[in-house]
């Protein structure tokens, strides 16, 4: 198998999509993000990356709290539509009729639409050149009560949106399951023990 | 729409799934990642975060370098392994198979089955309480010749894995395209400027 090196590129596939919540000048504003992950797990912690000319980064750096909210596939025109134009220019929450709600922290805003909502306190911030990235303790997740089983979040029913990087650009939603974490490596052989 | 409480939970749907690669006591080794991102766009950053007992912890914080190796969907058997094994009790790229192999860098080990593979120079590091954050600067990226199309990385022949957190615990390949990026939003209405 041949290789073929394609310079310094962010090739990770898939990555998530969410829209990243905040107040700027008083009012909600939402920002959809593929540049997002986990980062901790006690605390529960996660990351955002928000280029620093944005409206968003405004926002996030006056409040030092922002919310992820994962959108589900039928929400996939509005969620692109906060990639695009800022909040500088247009009340994107108002354009996209999101139900806006608050829950422990006043100023991170929850869109109610979104199947999943996370509250989050910024930890720490780094300045990585295009972009700032933001550790945010979660204080808080909200999950619809329409998209749980038995009390656990379904994730057949959240039926999030995943981006596909470069030229292709591409939203994707979920497919099928491939194995259960945590158990389908149990079968490999452990012969080569060194 | 009634929402309910989870508690402060890392519930990002969904995460990637990538081996990280580092050199350990003089060998390659490689774990399985969810809570992965990309961190910025220029330069191409890419963070990973690992619990800090782990033995890919001695290795990145000794290299200050690492490698994201992008499994498919017919590797996650030996994803899921290198997730469950410790490198300190078995060689896993022995058991696996993998075909290491180096490019730029001389202590970022890369797997050749893998069809992305991006090597990083880490350049910040935070302990965050469970895990630490290594943020990278991707200094290369390679793919397999046979998942490009007209030269172009295919997520199609990419067919990468998905890692869904929860009781659940489960691996998802990706389903349909859903929409196009930075081109769908175009459709909504604009009529609630500010």
Redesign the interface.
């Known amino acids: 198998?041949?290789?073929?090196?394609?310079?310094?590129?962010?090739?990770?596939?898939?990555?998530?999509t969410?829209l990243v919540g905040t107040n700027v000048a008083g009012?909600p504003n939402f920002m959809a993000v593929?540049?997002?992950?986990?980062?901790?797990?006690?605390?529960?912690?996660?990351?955002v990356?928000i280029?620093n000319h944005r409206y968003t980064h405004q926002g996030i750096t006056q409040n030092l709290a922002f919310s992820?909210n994962?959108p589900s596939?039928e929400m996939?025109?509005?969620?692109?539509?906060?990639?695009?134009?800022s909040g500088q220019?247009?009340?994107k929450a108002?354009?996209?009729q999101f139900?806006v709600?608050y829950?422990k922290l006043d100023n991170a805003p929850l869109i109610?639409?979104c199947p999943?909502?996370?509250e989050c306190k910024v930890?720490?911030m780094?300045n990585?050149?295009?972009?700032s990235?933001f550790?945010g303790?979660?204080?808080?997740?909200?999950?619809?009560?329409?998209c749980?089983t038995d009390?656990?979040?379904d994730?057949e029913k959240?039926n999030?949106?995943?981006?596909?990087?470069?030229?292709?650009?591409?939203?994707?939603?979920?497919?099928?399951?491939?194995?259960?974490?945590?158990?389908?490596?149990?079968?490999?052989?452990?012969?080569?023990?060194?």
Chains 1, 2 share one sequence.
């Open positions: 198998m041949s290789k073929v090196l394609m310079g310094a590129k962010p090739l990770l596939y898939p990555a998530p969410v009012k593929a540049w997002c992950g986990i980062v901790n797990s006690e605390p529960a912690m996660i990351s990356a280029r992820v994962i596939v996939v025109k509005e969620t692109d539509y906060c990639g695009i134009i220019d247009v009340d108002a354009v996209c139900k709600f829950g109610e639409q999943v909502n996370l930890t720490q780094l990585l050149g295009s972009h990235l550790v303790r979660i204080e808080e997740s909200h999950v619809s009560e329409n749980l009390g656990d979040p994730i959240i999030p949106i995943t981006f596909i990087v470069g030229s292709s650009r591409q939203y994707r939603a979920l497919g099928e399951v491939v194995a259960r974490a945590f158990s389908v490596g149990k079968e490999m052989e452990t012969g080569a023990k060194h």
